[in-house]
């Protein structure tokens, strides 16, 4: 799962350019969900938890990052978004690793049970699965934040302990065993430019417009 | 770098709710710019090429994914948003990799030189920098796009390559050096859940509320 999560204001979701509304909430967050062709129901509850406890709003004291959207009790609304899980070819999007929208409808129908089961139905609000809409976004701040299952997730704990691990990986040079240091970069992944860097992005981007 | 390219068909910039507007923009691209502590001057303009050649408008036959906002002569709304380099603890956003503001303040006006000497200066509008904003956006389908620098970046040619080199190791299980089973990942890396999974998202999810 790829998921766009940004704090919005207002939203509102149309059917088409000055078409009917299908849908709105105010304040809270929305989802945009991407769906790949292998997720499980294991990625689907543990995004369920992120959305909900993911703290992107302040407290009473105007603390940031303190409360998420359900201490506040604001409202979520989702809209699947295949586009997420977009490879670029060159610099055309490719959507081969998106699941195939009848496998993806109910998947999605299965997220939203999920998240209206953890939270109130009343509060979780969706678009129209497939179809084309306008969907008019008030990002408050700007906030966005992108989720990917089911990495990207750092335990303060287990980071102190893998960065001691690392400190004395350091100072002993001993062979480390492929197991601790995979370990030890996983949760950097999503972050970390050499991870994810490779021969093939920069041979096919000297060969753009 | 990690960018959220978003269609659009109209979007506004206000300095707060109910606000002075500040910018604005009708049909184009609103690209949402997460700049990490490692990004060189190299990320800077790979990215600037992704952006105005990346296709997601249709050509005048209706045919999807033709046309770059480029091509289309449309115009391109740029808003920095470190939140983009999030990696959360807990449920906590964390911004450390996020590039400090001094420097980012710099790094961006950078990117929107050469987004402005690449395209049309006047077809370049953007926000103000790190201020507190309403960015109202109408997403267009939605399409939204994550791309993150340098990779995700597929050469069809290249793939094709990579892939008969791994059915050619499948079929002798010969020891395949590090260096080309490197290569092989590298493309795959920010859709793979495989290459982003790790021992401590379980442990971490496990552990919340």
Redesign the interface.
């Known amino acids: 799962l790829?998921l766009?999560i940004m704090r919005i204001?207002r939203l509102k979701l149309f059917m088409q350019?000055g078409g009917e509304q299908i849908s709105s909430i105010g304040r809270g967050i929305c989802v945009?969900l991407g769906i790949?062709l292998?997720?499980t129901h294991k990625?689907l509850e543990?995004m369920v938890?992120?959305i909900l406890?993911?703290?992107?709003f302040e407290d009473e004291s105007g603390k940031h990052?303190s409360k998420?959207v359900m201490d506040k009790q604001y409202e979520v609304l989702c809209?699947s978004?295949f586009?997420?899980?977009?490879?670029?070819?060159?610099?055309?999007?490719?959507y081969h690793?998106a699941m195939p929208a009848d496998q993806a409808e109910s998947f999605y129908n299965n997220f939203l049970e999920q998240l209206k089961k953890a939270y109130k139905p009343e509060l979780i609000k969706d678009g129209k699965f497939g179809a084309?809409?306008?969907?008019?976004?008030?990002?408050?701040?700007?906030?966005?934040?992108?989720?990917?299952?089911?990495?990207?997730?750092?335990?303060?704990k287990?980071?102190a302990k893998?960065e001691k691990q690392q400190q004395r990986k350091e100072k002993t040079r001993t062979k480390v065993p492929s197991e601790s240091s995979?370990?030890r970069?996983?949760?950097?992944?999503?972050?970390?430019?050499s991870?994810?860097?490779?021969?093939?992005?920069?041979?096919?981007?000297e060969?753009?417009?």
């Open positions: 790829t766009t204001a350019l945009l790949s292998e997720d990625e543990h938890r992120k406890n993911l703290r992107v990052w998420s809209v978004q586009t997420l899980q977009c490879i670029l070819k060159g610099n055309k999007p490719d690793m084309y809409m306008q969907v008019n976004i008030q990002n408050d701040g700007p906030v966005t934040i992108e989720l990917e299952s089911p990495a990207a997730t750092v335990d303060p287990q980071l893998l995979r370990e970069n996983a949760p950097r992944n999503k972050d970390d430019p991870a994810s860097s490779g021969a093939e992005g920069d041979v096919s981007s060969r753009e417009p």
